[in-house]
């Protein structure tokens, strides 16, 4: 007796593998959704913890999508967004891959360094209704 089952007759087994080629398998996947990188994290929330200290921003959420990665900050959790911050890969040879925008989606910095970008959280910015 042996722990291999009986495969005569031509018969399959039906818990048999198919093997795959791994390559191919990656390309027909979805692709991977952009995130943050723990530099560009730090960054950003060394910058949002200053603003929560002085008592400016209350919430925040992180997304990360197919094509962008998104940090979202609120003054309060059940509002729009005060500010964006985005990553967009696919904008890194044109006009950067970050970008800050505020509520109503006007881009207020944009550049190819996120710290660089971030200073424009220097100003003084204000909400103008």
Known sequence: MT?????????????????????????GRDPAPITFHRQELDAILWIYGRMVGEGEWKDYAIDHLKD???FSIFKRSGELPLFRIEKNPKLAGKQGAYCVLNTHGTVL???????????????VLKLIK
């Open 3 to 27: 722990d291999q089952p009986d495969l005569s007759g031509g018969e399959a087994s039906q818990d048999a593998g198919v093997l795959v080629n791994l390559s191919e398998y990656r390309q």
């Open 68 to 70: 962008r990665a998104v």
């Open 109 to 123: 910095k944009r550049g190819h360094e996120l710290p660089q970008v971030l200073k424009v959280f220097n100003k």
